[in-house]
C-alpha cells in the first residue's frame, strides 16, 4: 500500500535555496558537456589559510574528537566574547562567553534566534532584498515575514521610517545584514545606529547578520551593530568563519546576545545538533586568535575580491544606464536585468552563455540578478563579457 507523503505545517511552504538551485542546474549543464562559468556561487574559491588547517590537524593529534559543550569550547566563546567587548569600546559591562553561541555555521545562529524569539503571531520586519534563509527561517517558526522593500536610490536599503511604515502592533523584531547578500551594500555607522535606535524604543529584536563583515572595500571593516547600539538588551549579532577566513565547509558560526536568550538558544541546540563539530571549533579558534595570520590572510582575500570588482564593473559599464547597487562589500553585483525580468536573464545567461547567475527572485525582488564574484578573475571578466553581449541593444 503507499503511503502519501504529507508535510506537516511546520515546513507547508517552506522552498528548496534558489541559489543551491541554480548551482544544480549549473552542474547538470556541465556534466552534459556544456562549458559553464558558475557566477552563482555565494563561498569563497580560496583556499582556507594553511595556519588553520596545520591547527585543525594539531587539535585532532590532540584528541579533539569528542562531545564539547553545547555553546562551544571556552576558549573559542571567550575570544569572541574579547572581541565584541572591544568594539562595544566601554560603552556596557564586556561580552561574557556565556553570551556567546557556538553553532553548526552562521545559518544555524540565525536558526536558533529566529525559532526561540518568534512564533505563531509574531510579525518580523525583513528588508528585501534579503538573503534566502531568512524568510524560510521565519516561516519554521511559524511567525509572518513583513516585507519592507529598500529604497533603490539608496542602496536597497532600509531606513527607520520604511521601518515604521510596515511595522504592526504585532511586530517582535527585525532581521539586518550589512554587508549585504544580494546587494553587496553596507550600512554606515549612523544608519545602524539609527535602525537599532529605533528598535530599542520600540522593543523589537534586531537580528543583525554581520558574516560578510570584513569584506569590505572602502573601509577597513564593516560597521556591526555592536559599535553602535546604545544598548544590547535586544540585539543578536550571527557572525562566523565562512566568508571571511574561506572556511565554509568548518561549519562554525555563533551568537552574541543576552544570557538569557543565549540559554534558550543553547537549550534548543542541545536537542537538535549539540556543539559544533569539535575540530571545526579549534580551526576556527586558530582564525580567531592568531590574528597576524589572520588579518593578512582577510587582506590577501579582500584584495583580489577587490580586483575582480573592480574588473567586473569596468565591463559593466558598458551597459548604458546599467543600474547596479554601489558594490562596497561581500562579493556579489546586484543589477536590475533588462525589461525588469531578471528570471529571463537569468535563465537567458544561463542557456545561451553559459554563466550560471542568480535570478532577483529568489532574494524578493524579480527585476534584479545577483552575479558572484567569488570564482576566478578570468571566469568574472568573461561572465561580465557575457552579460553585455546578452544585453538587449
Ligand atoms: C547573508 C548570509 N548569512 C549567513 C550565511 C550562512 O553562512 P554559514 O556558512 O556560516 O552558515 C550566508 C551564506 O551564504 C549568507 O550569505
Redesign the pocket.
Known sequence: MSHPFVPSPNVASIKESATIAVSQRAKALRAAGRSIIDLGA??PDFDTPAFILEATKAALDAGATRYTAVDGIAPLREAIAAAATHRRAGRDAPVSAGEVVVTT????A?QNATFVLFGPGDDVLMPVPS?V?YVEMVGIARANVIAVPGDPSCGLKVTPALLERHATPSTRGLML?SPS?PTGAVYDADELRAISDLAAARGWWVIS?E??GRITYSMPEAPSMLDVAATRDNLVVVN?V??AYAM?GF?I?WSIAPRALSQAMTALQSHTTSNAATESQYAALAAMTRTAEADAAVAAMVAEFRARRDAARGILAAIPGLELIEPDGAFYLFFKAPGGDGTAFATRLLESEGIAVVPGAAFGTPEWVRASYAAARSDVERGMRAIVHAWPA
Open positions: 555565494g563561498e555555521g552562521s545559518k544555524q540565525l538573503w534563509s545584514n547578500n547578520d558574516i560578510y562566523g565562512a566568508k565554509t561549519r558560526g
